[in-house]
């Protein structure tokens, strides 16, 4: 008589077989991706205004302080996303409800800056709104690297100098 298990774990990995339940592999992947392309669109329509907004914008002195904004909005987001990053790196991923909570809060937070940066657009002077668009664009740009990751075959084994095959 034939002991059929049909692709389930064995009585003993009832534990992987609920993991795989939370994980939702092509979800997670969905969200990721859905996430970048706002993340891009942010950083996009940011950078856009910004020039918009003061013509010489990327010229000149002015190009300096349009890099540290748009540095510190990236790193700032980098750091308030740290956990996530690292759960990347270490290939212990969140499940899925988890990191749909995450994105979701990530979300409103880069709407929410650069909808401000595009409300103070309409006061004096434009540097403030300019400085905030760039910051909220350096975000985006974070937001869309971070999900990237996601859709990189074999960085981990990158990250940790291990030879590919």
Same mark, same amino acid.
């Given at each position: ?15 992987? *077989? ?58 700032? @987001? ?23 909570? *995450? @994105? ?49 075959? @074999? ?11």
């Amino acid at each position: 008589m034939s002991n059929r298990n049909w692709g389930l774990p064995p009585k003993g990995g009832q534990l992987a *077989f609920r993991d795989a339940k939370t994980a939702k592999p092509l979800l997670t992947l969905f969200i990721s991706a859905v996430f970048g392309v706002i993340g891009a669109a942010v950083a996009v329509i940011s950078f856009a205004e910004a020039r918009d907004t003061l013509s010489d914008l990327f010229h000149g002195l002015s190009l300096a302080g349009a890099i540290v904004a748009a540095g510190f909005g990236c790193w700032t @987001y980098i750091w308030i996303a740290r956990p996530r990053f690292a759960a990347q790196f270490t290939t212990r991923g969140d499940a899925f409800s988890k990191l749909l909570r *995450f @994105y979701a809060r990530a979300m409103v937070a880069l709407a929410a800056m650069l909808g401000l940066a595009l409300l103070l657009s309409g006061i004096e002077p434009k540097i403030i709104s300019v400085l905030l668009l760039c910051a909220s664009g350096g975000a985006g740009a974070a937001a869309a690297f971070q999900t990237v990751l996601a859709f990189v075959p @074999y960085y981990e084994e990158d990250a940790n100098g291990a030879k590919k095959s």
